[in-house]
């Protein structure tokens, strides 16, 4: 079955801190894997691509086939990273299977 | 800026009324997604639109419908809205619809049922 599984529903960290937002996927090709943020009051929008391998606002996600997963990580919070955190799979047929989110909430 | 745009941010209807949710877009993109989005829930994909082409989830109700009468406009029909049918309905284009496609989400409309 395909399935995308944020075990965290809530995650609160420390300014400061590093923060991993957990991800793992059942898929039985090659993933196509997407973290997408929704920041308050403002749409759902593309964090980043694992197919990109790029860092956008401090934060990368590797993809591990062997732990089927796809932790997304930044190494010190910012406040302003406060957000709803969605990991999500691109499979064939124009479906992308989301995660049911993870709420970051970092705190002064 | 080109951007996927929803029209009611708000609607409201009672039960069994039918109700027309609005999207458009100005990205030009070939492929447009209705999501559904309960409380703490994962946004479930509804149908999409690749141009014309119209295609079904297997588990989405036949109350759901949709039209796309041209490239920038999809529109969703709730033929009789149930209390169950209360969501936040999300709008989504990309470009080609593969696997590795970025997708660009309209604002939502959140659907209230009386």
């Known amino acids: 079955a395909q399935r995308v599984t944020q075990p965290e529903k809530l995650l609160s960290v420390f300014k400061g801190a590093p923060v991993e937002l957990k991800c793992n996927y059942s898929?039985?090709?090659?993933?196509?894997l997407f973290w997408y943020v929704q920041y308050s009051r403002q749409r759902l929008q593309l964090l980043l691509r694992?197919?990109s391998r790029e860092s956008i606002k401090g934060f990368t996600a590797d993809l591990n086939k062997g732990e089927t997963s796809f932790h997304l990580k930044k190494p010190f919070a910012q406040e302003e990273d406060s957000a709803m955190y969605y990991c999500a799979l691109g499979t064939g047929g124009f479906k992308t299977i989301f995660g049911a989110g993870t709420r970051l909430f970092v705190k002064a | 800026d080109a951007m996927v745009i929803q029209n009611p941010r708000y609607q409201v209807t009672q039960f069994g009324k039918p109700v027309t949710l609005s999207c458009s877009q100005t990205l030009n993109h070939n492929v447009m997604y209705w999501y559904q989005q309960k409380s703490s829930q994962a946004p479930k994909l509804l149908f999409h639109?690749?141009?014309?082409?119209?295609?079904n989830e297997a588990d989405t109700p036949d109350n759901f419908q949709s039209r796309r009468p041209n490239t920038s406009f999809c529109f969703l029909d709730i033929r009789s809205p149930g209390l169950g049918d209360a969501a936040m309905y999300l709008c989504a284009t990309s470009l080609s619809g593969t696997r590795a496609d970025t997708q660009y989400f309209g604002p939502g409309t959140r659907l209230t049922v009386l």
């Open positions: 898929y039985s090709g090659s993933p196509e």
């Open positions: 694992h197919i």
């Open positions: 639109y690749y141009d014309k082409d119209f295609n």
